[in-house]
């Protein structure tokens, strides 16, 4: 056998299998073939005839694991790499990626964003920068099994046992494996769109474990595969490839979203057998157990002792229902909470809240991002001079909305973009003392996102930093998925997000209380 390494890609309904092709070709410096499989489609146009390249065409579709073992069996190649059907890889990426690759190891490359519409890797040239951004990635955790997530339509939803970026989700960025040097390194896990290893080890690990079904969980069986067999994973950083992912970019004239049907019950049952397999220790070649897995690189959602976290919770779909209808008899009616005559834009829940943590904290200055008609900032006002010590507003809107409502002397009303610079240090220049913070402007989540980098730094310890609109009545709304980036960041470590709002239960600034500490 010689040393040529074998490029599986399974596709199916893909559009740049192609351009995938092209660029393994034009980046291999040594001997390969690419064993790409048509799974139930023929490409249109067709694929360009190469000596390099063999086509296996599927007339129904079997699967994404099917497809690689069916590659994989007829492969020459000491080596085997699979590859998803819509990505780049770097010049030379095989001779590196066999010159450290030791037998019972399985290997991934860096892994960069793909720009779809240019097909070039993202960050390429700042890959430093790309992992600050979440666009280059080097290490990867398993989640824990109970690990849930916030979603968009719902309160919360499972989301446990699988591959996972760190930084993403629920104090991951404060277990992320330290900065270094070492351009070869282990990581406890990776996700499925490529990696490679020595053929025969592939087969002696049993190849893809077709009872996963067609798809799902392959980055957690790749990676459990290599630690629990004896073997590792490591990233090589001194290669990388480009992966697109379908959230991002989009080209001219795609709809977006998976190029196939894919039920939650195919996924769903993925994950079971995954969960009951590993989690279970039922492998029949594993020489280490799961536990001792997770105590080496002991990752976000799980304990130290190797035992799952219990469940991270978000908001009850009980107390969502709850808030949906709060919501839509409140805010879509326009029932608004009124003070002297003027909205507030909260529930009569929020209000009360106000009142009791500005009597509790004392602040001398409370910055509100989102003047809108006023109330807002008048209620601050007179309950600092009513329960507080003679604090200040400052108040800020990117235009005057106060309509007949008079200015009140005692509040500084700015008008201005709260991203802008000049609207930041504005703001830095007027407070002092100890100062809380109440981000109620753009909902939008990037924008939400800069009022956080910009006025998280403004809060004092002891403090409270208030984000309203988390949610709104058809679950996590931008400021919430704001609020979870921002709990991630080195700044927001800074914070604690506490359960004021469930006094309650209910009200747009549930999920939002967060105080520095």
Same mark, same amino acid.
């Given at each position: 056998m010689s040393d040529m390494l074998s490029v599986l890609i399974p596709a199916r309904n893909e559009l740049f299998l192609q351009k995938t092709i092209d660029c393994v070709l034009e980046a291999a410096e040594e001997d390969i073939e690419i064993i790409a499989v048509c799974d139930g489609y023929w490409p249109s146009p067709g694929i360009k005839d190469d000596p390099r390249v063999i086509l296996i065409h599927h007339t129904e579709p079997r699967g994404q694991r099917q497809s690689i073992n069916e590659a994989a069996k007829i492969a020459r190649g000491k080596y085997v790499m699979k590859l998803d059907a819509h990505c780049s890889v770097g010049p030379g990426f095989d001779r590196i990626l066999k010159a450290d690759c030791e037998y019972d190891w399985t290997v991934v490359p860096r892994m960069h964003n793909l720009d779809i519409t240019t097909f070039k890797a993202k960050y390429l040239d700042d890959p430093e920068q790309g992992i600050r951004r979440?666009?280059?990635?080097?290490?990867?955790?398993?989640?824990?099994?109970?690990?849930?997530?916030?979603?968009? !339509?719902?309160?919360?939803?499972?989301?446990?046992?699988?591959?996972?970026?760190?930084?993403?989700?629920?104090?991951?960025?404060?277990?992320?494996?330290?900065?270094?040097?070492?351009?070869?390194?282990?990581?406890?896990?990776?996700?499925?769109?490529?990696?490679?290893?020595?053929?025969?080890?592939?087969?002696?690990?049993?190849?893809?474990?077709?009872?996963?079904?067609?798809?799902?969980?392959?980055?957690?069986?790749?990676?459990?595969?290599?630690?629990?067999?004896?073997?590792?994973?490591?990233?090589?950083?001194? !290669?990388?490839?480009?992966?697109?992912?379908?959230?991002?970019?989009?080209?001219?004239?795609?709809?977006?979203?998976f190029p196939y049907k894919m039920t939650g019950r195919e996924v769903s049952n993925a994950r079971k057998h995954s969960q009951d397999l590993w989690l279970g220790n039922k492998w029949p070649q594993q020489k280490r157990t799961i536990e001792w897995l997770v105590q080496k690189f002991n990752p976000a959602t799980w304990n130290g002792d190797g035992t799952p976290m219990p469940a991270i919770q978000g908001i009850s779909d009980e107390r969502m229902k709850m808030f949906a209808t709060?919501?839509?008899?409140?805010?879509?009616?326009?029932?608004?909470?009124?003070?002297?005559?003027?909205?507030?834009?909260?529930?009569? !829940?929020?209000?009360?809240?106000?009142?009791e943590v500005i009597h509790e904290t004392q602040p001398d200055w409370i910055v509100e991002i989102g003047t809108a008609q006023g109330g807002s900032a008048l209620y601050f006002q007179d309950l600092l001079d009513i329960v507080g010590k003679g604090g200040k507003v400052v108040t800020v809107d990117v235009r005057g909305r106060l309509g007949e409502t008079p200015k009140d002397p005692r509040v500084k009303y700015i008008i201005g973009d709260s991203k802008a610079s000049e609207t930041v240090q504005q703001i830095a220049d007027t407070v002092s003392g100890k100062v809380m913070v109440v981000i109620d402007g753009n909902h939008e989540r990037t924008h939400v996102k800069w009022d956080l980098h910009n006025y998280a730094p403004l809060v004092t310890e002891g403090q409270y930093l208030v984000i309203e609109d988390c949610y709104i009545d058809k679950g996590l709304f931008g400021p919430g998925l704001a609020r979870d980036w921002f709990l991630e960041e080195t700044i927001g470590r800074q914070f604690k997000q506490t359960n004021r709002c469930e006094k309650y239960l209910v009200g747009m600034t549930m999920g939002g209380w967060l105080k520095r500490i």
């Amino acid at each position: 056998m010689s040393d040529m390494l074998s490029v599986l890609i399974p596709a199916r309904n893909e559009l740049f299998l192609q351009k995938t092709i092209d660029c393994v070709l034009e980046a291999a410096e040594e001997d390969i073939e690419i064993i790409a499989v048509c799974d139930g489609y023929w490409p249109s146009p067709g694929i360009k005839d190469d000596p390099r390249v063999i086509l296996i065409h599927h007339t129904e579709p079997r699967g994404q694991r099917q497809s690689i073992n069916e590659a994989a069996k007829i492969a020459r190649g000491k080596y085997v790499m699979k590859l998803d059907a819509h990505c780049s890889v770097g010049p030379g990426f095989d001779r590196i990626l066999k010159a450290d690759c030791e037998y019972d190891w399985t290997v991934v490359p860096r892994m960069h964003n793909l720009d779809i519409t240019t097909f070039k890797a993202k960050y390429l040239d700042d890959p430093e920068q790309g992992i600050r951004r979440g666009k280059v990635h080097d290490y990867m955790y398993i989640s824990g099994p109970k690990h849930v997530k916030p979603m968009p !339509t719902k309160g919360s939803q499972p989301y446990g046992f699988r591959a996972m970026y760190y930084g993403k989700y629920a104090g991951a960025a404060t277990k992320k494996p330290k900065k270094n040097d070492k351009m070869l390194d282990e990581t406890m896990a990776c996700m499925g769109p490529g990696w490679f290893m020595h053929k025969d080890r592939f087969w002696e690990l049993g190849g893809c474990d077709e009872k996963h079904g067609g798809w799902g969980q392959q980055g957690v069986e790749v990676s459990l595969k290599a630690w629990l067999s004896g073997g590792k994973l490591m990233v090589n950083k001194n !290669t990388w490839f480009a992966h697109w992912f379908r959230g991002g970019e989009q080209p001219k004239g795609f709809k977006g979203g998976f190029p196939y049907k894919m039920t939650g019950r195919e996924v769903s049952n993925a994950r079971k057998h995954s969960q009951d397999l590993w989690l279970g220790n039922k492998w029949p070649q594993q020489k280490r157990t799961i536990e001792w897995l997770v105590q080496k690189f002991n990752p976000a959602t799980w304990n130290g002792d190797g035992t799952p976290m219990p469940a991270i919770q978000g908001i009850s779909d009980e107390r969502m229902k709850m808030f949906a209808t709060m919501y839509r008899h409140i805010h879509k009616r326009k029932r608004d909470t009124l003070w002297r005559g003027i909205p507030l834009w909260k529930f009569p !829940t929020d209000v009360t809240l106000y009142q009791e943590v500005i009597h509790e904290t004392q602040p001398d200055w409370i910055v509100e991002i989102g003047t809108a008609q006023g109330g807002s900032a008048l209620y601050f006002q007179d309950l600092l001079d009513i329960v507080g010590k003679g604090g200040k507003v400052v108040t800020v809107d990117v235009r005057g909305r106060l309509g007949e409502t008079p200015k009140d002397p005692r509040v500084k009303y700015i008008i201005g973009d709260s991203k802008a610079s000049e609207t930041v240090q504005q703001i830095a220049d007027t407070v002092s003392g100890k100062v809380m913070v109440v981000i109620d402007g753009n909902h939008e989540r990037t924008h939400v996102k800069w009022d956080l980098h910009n006025y998280a730094p403004l809060v004092t310890e002891g403090q409270y930093l208030v984000i309203e609109d988390c949610y709104i009545d058809k679950g996590l709304f931008g400021p919430g998925l704001a609020r979870d980036w921002f709990l991630e960041e080195t700044i927001g470590r800074q914070f604690k997000q506490t359960n004021r709002c469930e006094k309650y239960l209910v009200g747009m600034t549930m999920g939002g209380w967060l105080k520095r500490i």
